[in-house]
């Protein structure tokens, strides 16, 4: 259980921050970086349910920010070999593979695309587009946290994130698709 008596420690005033397994890195350090990635993607997430409220995609939404919580846990829990007093959350095969549904679901009722899509149609298909480049910005720094000595990534963490980003493209259509349509590129239209 997680209590916050007190915001502000005084602990990371000198550039550092404390790693749930203990130990500390540089706030500039990459997997530092990777989790404030996923944090961001969680406040895009935020941004879109302002949107979402009355839309049956806001539940799925609703899980997927606790979700990312649990991703920024287990990349902040570094394996180290050695036992901890309790057990680490980590990211699961059934959180990805519930995305993996939820895609199949809200995709089977869109058309196929014959075009890329722009950003755009209603205020929340924009910010599920910012949500998905920021999962995206996160994904690539895990890969890369992933592939550094001594560092170590869970493969489900990586394959949630990849899937993730795929559900909030396609979490964008099947919005514009109850209201507004895509915004479909047109390659050389203001040439």
């Known amino acids: 259980m997680v209590?916050?008596?007190?915001?502000?420690?005084?602990?990371?005033?000198?550039?550092?921050?404390?790693?749930?397994?203990?130990g500390r890195?540089?706030?500039?350090?990459?997997?530092?970086?990777?989790?404030?990635?996923?944090?961001?993607t969680n406040a895009c997430l935020g941004l879109v349910r302002l949107h979402t409220s009355?839309?049956?995609?806001?539940?799925?939404?609703?899980?997927?920010?606790?979700?990312?919580?649990?991703?920024?846990?287990?990349?902040?829990?570094?394996?180290?070999?050695?036992p901890l007093p309790y057990e680490p959350l980590r990211i699961t095969a059934a959180q990805t593979e519930r995305l993996e549904r939820e895609i199949?679901?809200?995709?089977?009722?869109l058309a196929p695309l014959r075009s890329f899509v722009l950003p755009g149609g209603t205020a929340a298909a924009a910010y599920l587009h910012q949500a998905r480049t920021v999962c995206r910005r996160a994904e690539r720094l895990v890969v890369e946290l992933a592939e550094r000595d001594g560092e170590v990534v869970s493969s489900e963490a990586i394959k949630y994130l990849n899937r993730l980003s795929d559900f909030f493209f396609v979490a964008s259509r099947y919005i514009n698709d109850r209201g507004a349509r895509d915004v479909l590129w047109v390659p050389g239209q203001n040439r």
């Not at 209590?3 to 203990?22: E, F, H, P, Q, S």
């Open 3 to 22: 209590v916050l008596n007190r915001i502000y420690t005084r602990t990371g005033d000198k550039g550092t921050t404390a790693l749930a397994a203990g």
């Open 25 to 40: 890195r540089a706030k500039y350090d990459l997997r530092i970086e990777a989790y404030g990635t996923v944090d961001e």
């Open 54 to 82: 009355d839309h049956e995609i806001d539940p799925m939404l609703a899980r997927i920010q606790n979700d990312l919580f649990d991703l920024g846990s287990d990349l902040a829990t570094v394996e180290t070999g050695k």
């Open 104 to 109: 199949d679901e809200m995709n089977e009722h």
